[in-house]
């Protein structure tokens, strides 16, 4: 397997799976943790994303399909999506204001649906083939209060002013 990204959360590896490329995202132990504390943490971190992918899917959003779940070994392996991050691609096209509102409206139906992300980023969605894809529910949770979808754009609208400030700066001069 072939590193591709080191989080704070989980190491993503290129692999293959049934003969097709995949995402392998294993969790890491916490070594400051008490081990049967940071198995039960992580265990149940792994269980809700692969429940938000589930649930974002059914509502209707683009999400990576789950294809193996390794609850010993801490891993989720699913299709491997072809496409940059919105991150990259907001900062060499012209197309920013179409694919944040297409963002804003996917991030809307998310909470529609009571999924809360957890970590709305721009690197955390993929631009494939024209559409959006969400990415990485490890840190998301299933909510209905406003407060939570609050938290969910506030994140996203800080980091997103620290990320793409010339964007913003363009916007505006309009």
Known sequence: MKLLKQGAEAL?????????????????RKKYRENSLDEKILSERMRAECNLLSRAKK????????????????????????????????????????????AGKIIGKLHANNIVHGDLTTSNILLHKNSLVFLDFGLGSISSKIEDFAVDLL?????????HYKIIREWKKC
């Open 59 to 102: 509502a209707g959003i683009r999400t990576p399909a789950i294809w193996k779940i390794d609850t010993k070994g801490l891993a989720i392996t699913s299709e491997f999506i072809e496409g940059e991050t919105l991150l990259e691609e907001l900062s060499k096209t012209k197309k920013a204001k179409k694919f944040c509102a297409e």
């Open 155 to 163: 994140a996203f609208k800080k980091t997103f002013a620290a990320t």
């Open 12 to 28: 993503l590896f290129e692999s293959e799976y049934l003969g097709r490329k995949a995402v392998v995202k294993v969790r890491e």
